[in-house]
């Protein structure tokens, strides 16, 4: 078995000068399985060609809720189109963002939908972005678990239970409760860098009473480094932190960890 980091921008320009020495330490640390998700038109056109080229790196395509403002009607038929490659397994990063908010909430939402009917189209799972305005406003989760709950609503009535809505909470920061309503759903939570930060006894007590079978690891690089190397770029090594964290609170072996969160990622993108 082998490690997985479910989530790097490896196309950014903090990697330009050295990507193949992180790849290299990404393949030292017992890394085999790496996914790269796009944020916009530009970004998804950027991971199939790192895709194309390493054989570890998997991508998926979509347009991030930060970047909306640069979307077109015309970029859908493009994204189907990438969509089809053989190594784009899921549809992603969408999303809400109510904490940067760069465009209004209701374009958001419209975006969203379209990437959804992207992952039915397609047959993919979504890697979904989420952040709350404050600790305290909780609509965009809210809003985003109202949004897939409609959805699967929708979808167990209809013929295509093959073609089912599931994916993966990126970074998960929410409560217990959203945590639980997001499982319910059929979702994947993912959990990167801030597991390891100390004001994060919420997240511990959510990851603490998940299943292990519902968690991925991710680095979310070149953001979000764990603890050890706050304030530095973040990179695929590091997802190790995480697996060693997560090992810590719930009191399993860390390959216990790394091998059961390694199945889960190959069940939901189907890459072995
Ligand atoms: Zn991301």
């Not at 890394?31 to 060609?49: K, Q, T, Y």
């Not at 499982?183 to 801030?194: C, E, R």
Request: with cysteine.
């Amino acid at each position: 078995m082998y490690l997985t980091d479910t989530h790097c921008h490896l196309y950014f320009d903090s990697y330009d000068g050295d990507l193949d020495e992180v790849l290299q330490r990404a393949r030292q640390a017992g890394i085999g399985r790496i996914l790269v998700p796009a944020i916009d038109l530009a970004s998804s056109r950027e991971v199939l060609s790192l895709i194309e080229r390493e054989d570890f790196l998997y991508g998926a395509v979509g347009v991030h809720p930060n970047s909306a403002d640069t979307w077109n009607s015309t970029d859908l038929a493009v994204l189907k189109e990438m969509a089809a490659h053989p190594k784009v397994v899921a549809i992603g990063e969408v999303g809400l963002d109510y904490y940067h908010e760069r465009t209004p909430r209701e374009v958001q939402k419209e975006l969203l939908g379209l990437m959804l009917d992207l992952t039915r189209e397609s047959d993919l799972p979504v890697v979904l972005h989420v952040r709350n305005r404050s600790e305290a406003d909780r609509s965009c989760i809210e809003d985003l678990l109202d949004i897939l709950e409609v959805r699967l609503d929708a979808s167990t009535s209809a013929r295509a239970a093959q073609t089912r809505l599931r994916g993966v909470i990126h970074s998960f920061s929410g409560n217990l409760q959203e945590a639980r309503r997001a499982i319910k759903a059929g979702f994947y939570l993912g959990v990167t860098g801030p597991v390891t930060y100390k004001n994060a006894e919420g997240l511990r007590e959510v990851v603490r009473k998940t299943d292990l079978t519902r968690l991925l690891v991710e680095t979310d690089g070149p953001f979000l480094p764990p603890q050890e190397f706050r304030g530095k770029r973040n990179e695929p090594a590091h997802v190790c932190y995480i697996v060693d964290k997560i090992s810590e609170i719930t009191d399993l072996p860390a390959a216990r960890v790394a091998d059961q969160t390694a199945v889960n990622a190959a069940s939901l993108f189907m890459w072995e």
